[in-house]
């Protein structure tokens, strides 16, 4: 009976040993833009981690719709990590999919004139101590989405 209280208490701790606090994370800017390739991009991100935990971001994926059309996808395949009580600009490669490519260089060329019609939706897997918790986007109006993570469209 002792050993199924020990085990349990260690389980317990393993389990809630990766709570973590959403408000101890801060996305501050971004700070770099690179295009590598057509399909390859890379943001720079400055990251305030006030957590005592490090995070791992296993993989992310965004689409952009304008109603049921797929227009493009945003794929993070590789692991980030943010570390544990830092602020510091983290490198995200990004592999951009154009589903729509002549809509695409419309939207991309005046934004304000589309966002009213366009959506994005996604999902992110992070990675906080040994549990993984997987974050989903519903389908989200793209100005409700700018306003909500307080993004700047001015370059």
Known sequence: MKKIVILISIVSCLLFSSCLNVDDIQVVGVERFDIKSMSKLELG?????DSKRKIKIKS???ELHQGDKHILSLIVNQEVLVPRMSQSVIDIPIHLKLRQPILSMLIVSDLDKYKSSLSVSG????????MTKKFTLKEMPVSQ????FGIDLKL
């Open 145 to 148: 989405f700018i306003d909500t």
């Open 60 to 62: 992310a994926g965004l």
């Open 45 to 49: 991100i400055e990251v305030k981690n």
């Open 123 to 130: 999902e992110v897997r992070v990675k906080v101590g040994v």
